[in-house]
């Protein structure tokens, strides 16, 4: 009997050290230890072709056979009953569990299905938190779409070796007051049932379908294109990164729910902490051309140096007036 009491006790003592294990690997890439993550995950330390990175249009190189991405297999309208939106403790993502969408062209030279949505934050509503810069503007946020090569079975060794296993969309984001986002708010309309780590919401039950297509800019045609890696761990340098040129705008109102979802973490006495601040810094170009798609007179631009070149016309006009 005090054998098999203690096989018992053994038993569970193992299953806990596994499980704490997992946790704890886990929580080692929290947003807020990122320079640790290379003590974990060796290749977070490269220092080439590691993303995010700061984009300057001056400095990238037109390539006109970057043609706009082609969506097919229903991105405008897609059955509900293959959504499901999670809160996974570092993000808030919206899982396709289907192949249902298909990407292709954009000098690819494979065919990707659309795996998952996320989004990346700041410290707060009015701290920026996109992962990628745009002529040394950071965005208050930014939207990841991951692409995932039809070719290779998620997870497989062979992915982690092929510099087009994964294709991933970077949109920036813009909070605004005024413009509220039809499709940003259906989705958000159900963060209450997610708010704690590990929840997740099926819209199995709902009739209609989704309009995928809000989640991306109006024009895709103008892109920057450049080879990098995942933005967390484990940093694999297998992504060709797709960043659209202009922004998409969610209201502010909008933007508040992400900031009541909570991350895996539990503070003492203080419970579960909200996700926030859940983007990483930008990495070394470290010797990488960007290219873009597009030529454009005012590309260079920020709303930070528009609105300086107004003021200087301004004073100018009263001066010489």
């Known amino acids: 009997m005090a054998s098999k009491l203690n096989l018992i006790f053994i038993w569970y003592y193992l299953s806990f050290l596994v499980l704490?294990?997992?946790?704890?690997?886990?929580?080692?890439?929290?947003?807020?230890?990122?320079?640790?993550?290379?003590?974990?995950?060796?290749?977070?330390?490269?220092?080439?072709?590691?993303?995010?990175?700061?984009?300057?249009?001056?400095?990238?190189?037109?390539?006109?056979?970057?043609?706009?991405?082609?969506?097919?297999?229903?991105?405008?309208?897609?059955?509900?009953?293959?959504?499901?939106?999670?809160?996974?403790?570092?993000?808030?993502?919206?899982?396709?569990?289907?192949?249902?969408?298909?990407?292709?062209?954009?000098?690819?030279?494979?065919?990707?299905?659309?795996?998952?949505?996320?989004?990346?934050?700041?410290?707060?509503?009015?701290?920026?938190?996109?992962?990628?810069?745009?002529?040394?503007?950071?965005?208050?946020?930014?939207m990841h779409c991951v692409f995932i090569n039809v070719n290779f079975v998620e997870g497989t060794e062979a992915e982690t070796y092929d510099r087009e296993a994964w294709a991933v969309f970077g949109v920036l984001i813009k909070f605004d007051a005024e413009k509220t986002n039809p499709y940003i708010e259906y989705l958000l309309s159900h963060t209450e049932a997610i708010r704690d780590a590990g929840q997740n919401y099926s819209f199995n039950q709902e009739e209609h379908k989704a309009d995928i297509k809000h989640l991306l800019p109006d024009d895709l045609s103008e892109y920057y294109r450049y080879q990098g890696s995942l933005t967390s761990p484990p940093c694999y340098e297998f992504v060709v990164w797709t960043i659209f040129h202009n922004p998409i705008h969610i209201s502010t109102h909008q933007a508040e729910r992400l900031f009541e979802l909570h991350n895996a973490v539990v503070e003492q006495n203080e419970g579960f902490t909200n996700i926030t601040g859940n983007f990483r810094p930008p990495q070394p170009l470290a010797g990488r051309t960007v290219f873009r798609s597009f030529n454009k007179a005012n590309a260079a631009s920020t709303p930070q140096t528009t609105l300086l070149t107004i003021i200087l016309l301004i004073a100018t006009a009263f001066i010489l007036y």
């Open 20 to 142: 704490y294990s997992v946790c704890f690997r886990e929580d080692q890439w929290g947003y807020h230890i990122n320079s640790q993550w290379g003590d974990e995950f060796n290749v977070c330390n490269h220092t080439h072709d590691q993303s995010p990175i700061k984009i300057v249009y001056k400095d990238s190189v037109y390539d006109p056979v970057l043609t706009p991405p082609i969506l097919h297999g229903g991105w405008t309208y897609v059955p509900t009953s293959v959504l499901m939106l999670q809160n996974n403790g570092h993000t808030i993502e919206l899982v396709f569990k289907d192949r249902h969408i298909r990407m292709h062209g954009a000098h690819l030279t494979h065919e990707f299905y659309l795996k998952q949505c996320h989004f990346h934050w700041g410290e707060s509503i009015d701290q920026q938190g996109s992962e990628h810069w745009l002529n040394g503007h950071q965005y208050d946020a930014e």
